[in-house]
């Protein structure tokens, strides 16, 4: 079986080129494939191979201090789900194009196992409404989200701004736990929406693949998008394929 693995850590990074550099080394030396991606705000990498083989990459990576407390979301595939192996340097890890400092300090984060209590409730621990946030593209929300979650009609994560000026009266009262696939997106939409005077804002802790590897599938309709050749994943981190959905 195919070790995958999903990650991402928002920390100030002054030597990029240098890091992207021994990573591919690294990387190439244990036969993956995937992507990383190493920015002024931090890392963000999917990778998939042998599973010594990732172990092996996860001791060198973890070896640099600031990435030593790097979370990892794991799953399991028959086939390497990655064509080829991208290791670059960038201007972020996910492209936001606003004033924010992810590297910094974080929002408050939600623990998935609190998640899945306020959704049982309906409620958060202060007796608030809950607005679960979906801050992904409408391509992946297609496959699955958070039911009752709010959705945006956006292409791009740089629109999500844009799209949530509409929603402000409308979110006044209520908690709002902002998710995306692994963690990278609501983290910085969490962090925007804080310093744009949204009141009572979490992101979900690891997103989507952190909860159903904690929690399953409670709440939650359908798949989730994932960025390689499994399309999807069900809440037990196994690829969901139907013919219905964009492939």
């Known amino acids: 079986m195919i070790l995958n693995i999903a990650a991402y850590r928002f920390v100030a990074i002054d030597d990029a080129q240098a890091i ?16 990383v991606l190493v920015a002024p705000e931090g890392i963000n990498l999917f990778l998939a191979g042998v599973q010594a083989k990732v172990e092996s990459f996860l001791a060198a990576l973890r070896a640099d201090a600031r990435f030593a407390g790097i979370e990892i979301k794991r799953s399991w595939s028959e086939v390497v789900p990655f064509a080829r192996l991208k290791v670059n340097a960038k201007r972020e890890i996910i492209a936001f194009r606003r004033d924010s400092d992810p590297a910094g ?23 608030r409404r809950v607005v679960l946030l979906d801050t ?30 509409s929603q402000r009266a409308a979110l006044a009262d209520a908690t709002v736990v902002s998710f995306c696939t692994g963690g990278i997106r609501c983290e ?18 690891g997103g989507i693949l952190g ?15 994932v960025f390689d050749e499994r399309v999807a994943l069900d809440p037990a981190l196994q ?5 219905t959905l964009p492939a």
């Open 105 to 127: 300090e974080r929002a408050p984060a939600l623990a998935p196992s609190t998640l899945a209590r306020w959704i049982e409730r309906g409620r958060d621990d202060d007796g």
């Open 239 to 243: 690829p969901l394929r139907d013919a």
């Open 136 to 165: 992904r593209n409408r391509t992946e929300v297609v496959h699955g989200t958070f039911a009752g979650a709010l959705t945006l009609p956006i292409d791009k994560f740089t629109d999500l701004p844009a799209a949530m000026e």
């Open 188 to 205: 910085k939409a969490a962090l925007w929406m804080q310093a744009n005077g949204f009141a009572r804002v979490w992101q979900l802790d």
């Open 211 to 225: 909860y159903f590897e904690h929690v399953g599938g409670n709440g939650y309709d359908g798949g989730c998008f």
């Open 20 to 35: 992207v550099d021994r990573l591919r080394a690294e990387a190439e030396r244990n036969d993956l494939r995937g992507t």
